[in-house]
């Protein structure tokens, strides 16, 4: 539990909520349409995060609960309308993700 109420899980909270739900919502407020909306977030920015996160957390040696947090708080986001109700698969998506890039960055 020590581990888990470190400086550095208020790092990955901190940098998935900025992600999963801040990146939505600047795009939302700029105006940008569903194709660019969804491109660049959902395709582009939390699958790169995913996946350097995974690594990330593999190579450090972290705790494996940090690569819930990502996919978590984006299934938050979605649940409060942030995109469309069909995009919370990419929640597991995104999960999956960061479960195999960690598993192949263990030291």
Do not use: E
């Not at 995009?87 to 999956?96: D, E, N, R």
């Amino acid at each position: 539990m020590k581990n888990f109420l470190s400086i550095t899980a208020a790092w990955y909270l901190t940098v998935s909520i900025a992600i999963g739900i801040v990146v939505p919502m600047v795009l939302t407020l700029v105006n940008a349409n569903d194709v660019i909306k969804i491109g660049v977030s959902l395709f582009i920015v939390n699958v790169i995060f995913s996946i350097i996160i995974g690594v990330i957390i593999g190579r450090n040696d972290h705790s494996l609960i940090f690569n819930f947090f990502f996919p978590v708080i984006f299934a938050i986001g979605v649940l409060c309308h942030l995109f469309q109700s069909t995009t919370i698969f990419f929640a597991i998506i995104y999960l999956c993700l960061s479960l195999l890039t960690w598993g192949i960055s263990k030291k």
